[in-house]
């Protein structure tokens, strides 16, 4: 996590249509994509384009993280978005989601082609950032190559839809089980390695989207399974959904004020007492309590938690 900014809430927004990018500007999300992939048909990708450039140099955004997704390296769109985008709109953008990665050659295209426009439209070199979509069968089996690809990766993010399809699994609804699979979780090696990864090389992981929009419930429901084994945000599609994601990646006021307070005895015990392990309560704390601690504190102070006890 290191200095990576919040991407508790990850709105999805179609760079087609103006109506949604101007909604998008009030909700209280940590961050945002403008879609050119899938989002929008084939015939609208040129005009998308504009609509995005505009939509980033009008600004309005506040302090969320701004990124935009261009089509992947397969099609034919892929390189004008970014150049589209990039030298239309490089000083308002701080990352762009590549999706359907499939090696870490496609992460590599990327970087090359960003520095080429970052040197000759007089941008800093290296600021904007990659967040590569994980999101079929080849992405997952080179998922750590491609975490590794460049230090412009700031994120791995989880792409469900396409990776039940990728998979051929006998299912429709992203997000629940699929159905007649009863002895556990289906999802749980895709994510789970997808997190390791993520967290072998310095970046944020984080889940993708949850199509039933208005079944909040739902939402909370799978987001909390990514957020408990250790993701760090998830896409949200609905302004219904954006209350539930920064809520469940956040730790709870209660093991916010508890993992400060370990910080605090852990801090005391090893400086003024010059002990390694010391008791809390009935609780045992050494260094890698302390390290559980920071994890829960800076989840908490990022999402702007105080102390309360
Ligand atoms: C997102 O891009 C997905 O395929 O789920
Ligand atoms: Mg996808």
């Known amino acids: ?46 005009a998308a384009r ?10 309005g955004w506040g302090r969320k993280l701004r990124s935009v997704r261009v089509n992947d390296v397969s099609t034919a769109w892929a390189y004008r978005d970014v150049i589209a985008v990039v030298e239309g709109a490089g000083a308002a953008l701080d990352c762009l989601v590549l999706p359907k990665v499939t090696s870490a050659r496609d992460v590599h295209w990327l970087d090359t082609l960003l520095t080429q426009i970052e040197r000759a439209v007089g941008l800093e070199v290296g600021r904007i950032g990659i967040e590569a979509q994980i999101e079929d069968a080849r992405g997952l089996t080179n998922v750590d190559a491609i975490a590794a690809a460049s230090p412009r990766l700031e994120s791995l993010v989880y792409g469900p839809a396409d990776f039940m399809a990728s998979l051929n699994m006998k299912s429709l609804v992203v997000g629940e089980q699929p159905p007649g699979y009863d002895t556990g979780d289906a999802y749980h090696h895709v994510l789970m390695r997808i997190l390791t990864a993520a967290r072998a090389h310095g ?41 539930a994601a920064n809520e469940v990646y956040a730790p709870t006021q209660e093991d916010y004020d508890h993992a400060e307070l370990i910080l605090d005895a852990y801090e005391h015990a090893t400086t003024v007492d010059r002990r390694g392990a010391v008791m809390l309560g009935d609780e045992m704390l050494d260094e890698a309590s302390r390290k559980m601690a920071l994890v829960v504190a800076g989840k908490g102070r990022a999402a702007g938690l105080r102390r309360t006890s």
């Open 203 to 243: 970046l944020q992981a984080v889940d993708g989207p949850h199509l039933q929009i208005r079944d909040v419930d739902a939402f909370r429901r799978s987001a909390s399974r990514t957020a408990a084994l250790g993701f760090d945000g998830k896409w949200v599609l609905h302004p219904l959904q954006v209350e």
């Open 50 to 59: 504009e609509n995005v450039v505009r939509a980033l140099n009008d600004g």
């Open 1 to 46: 996590m290191g200095e990576l900014r919040s991407r508790r809430s990850v709105l999805a927004v179609p760079g087609s249509n103006p109506r949604f990018v101007e909604k998008a500007r009030g909700l209280d999300v940590d961050a945002f994509f403008l879609d050119l992939e899938d989002a929008v048909a084939p015939l609208e990708k040129e």
